[in-house]
């Protein structure tokens, strides 16, 4: 089978199985509701189409390799193979009765940010449909999530848009309403900034959530941070913001990883401020979290309050995002492309 269950709709699968519709969602259902890939548990599905599902290769690709969970925070993250042995890695996180789940959309990132750990560990590939939606499915197997529904963030190992048709597919299928049933409200996707996917994504008819990861608002200084601004520098970014913004009237969130000394000054709130002059547009700052390898530190506390203050003192929406999960390597930026053993 060269496309796993879990990258299909219930009426893919009927057809590629020569099921009934009814049939297909049936399959769909004991996927992405109960979380099932065992198709001998699957008791209403007739035994001979269990058994073509089995001589096809199965339902699911990924494999869980680890667990971690932090005792602090109750944030986790899980370690996935996929069937070439690469592996990808994604968190839970945990906010009172909120759950969010991060997922990764690539092996690796070929962006390369300057203060991620993702980048520095390379790229290898996209992520099929299947693997993207396979990491939410493990993710919440243990969950006692009742009737509520978790949030998605695309911001976990990748950029999303640079696998945008797989990234696309994967959110349809899990607000599917015959699975997760996620509204489309609690989906967000995070982009370091390709501006002709952005412009793609206005027209999607969804109102799916936009993140931009930001993290400097002059040329000079983003370059060195998020090297994809040499393609697509601030104009050219801004111009695609608005295109957004016109055609869905939808407020987007930019992402800013406050680095100590370096974006975190009364010039760097400055220029953030010039740059989003006429959006509607909210701030999330994030204390940068430790990558050992890498040559940053972290805002302090006093500097990221006096970054946020400065920005809600000119009318903007800020928020100073609490990170969970730094003890186990599982906050922002922080993902890495792990070599398990078999």
Wanted: aromatic share 6%; glycine share 8%; net charge neutral.
């Amino acid at each position: 089978m060269s496309t796993a269950l879990t990258g299909l709709f219930p009426e893919e699968i009927a057809e590629l199985l020569g099921l009934k519709p009814f049939q297909g969602k049936q399959i769909f259902r004991w996927i992405h509701q109960k979380k099932i890939f065992d198709t001998d548990q699957m008791t209403d599905v007739a035994k001979p189409v269990r058994a073509r599902v089995a001589e096809m290769g199965g339902v699911n690709r990924l494999t869980l390799v680890a667990t971690q969970q932090s005792e602090t925070t109750g944030t986790k993250k899980v370690l996935l193979r996929l069937p070439d042995g690469e592996t990808v890695e994604s968190v839970l996180i945990r906010d009172g009765k909120r759950v969010t789940l991060c997922l990764s959309s690539q092996v690796g990132c070929p962006l390369k940010c300057d203060f991620c750990a993702t980048g520095a560990a390379g790229y290898k590939r996209n992520l099929e449909v299947g693997e993207i939606v396979e990491q939410a499915l493990y993710l919440l197997a243990d969950e006692d999530m009742g009737e509520r529904t978790p949030n998605i963030v695309y911001m976990g190992m990748g950029e999303p848009f640079r696998n945008y048709d797989n990234v696309i597919k994967s959110i349809r299928i899990l607000m599917d309403t015959n699975g997760l049933g996620i509204g489309a409200r609690k989906i967000t996707v995070s982009t370091a900034g390709e501006v002709k996917a952005i412009e793609r994504f206005a027209s999607e008819d969804w109102q799916v959530r936009l993140s931009v990861s930001l993290h400097a608002a002059d040329d000079t200084l983003r370059d060195k941070l998020v090297p994809l601004n040499r393609k697509f520098p601030l104009a050219r970014l801004r111009e695609a913001i608005d295109y957004y913004e016109a055609q869905t009237g939808r407020q987007i969130t930019f992402e800013w990883t406050l680095l100590n000394g370096v974006n975190d000054r009364p010039e760097d709130v400055d220029a953030l401020l010039r740059f989003m002059e006429g959006l509607k547009a909210t701030v999330n700052l994030i204390p940068w979290n430790p990558v050992e390898e890498l040559p940053y530190e972290p805002s302090t506390p006093v500097r990221c309050r006096a970054f946020r203050d400065a920005l809600e003192k000119s009318g903007v929406t800020a928020t100073l995002r609490q990170e969970k999960g730094q003890d186990i390597d599982a906050a922002c930026g922080q993902l890495k492309r792990i070599h398990a053993a078999a």
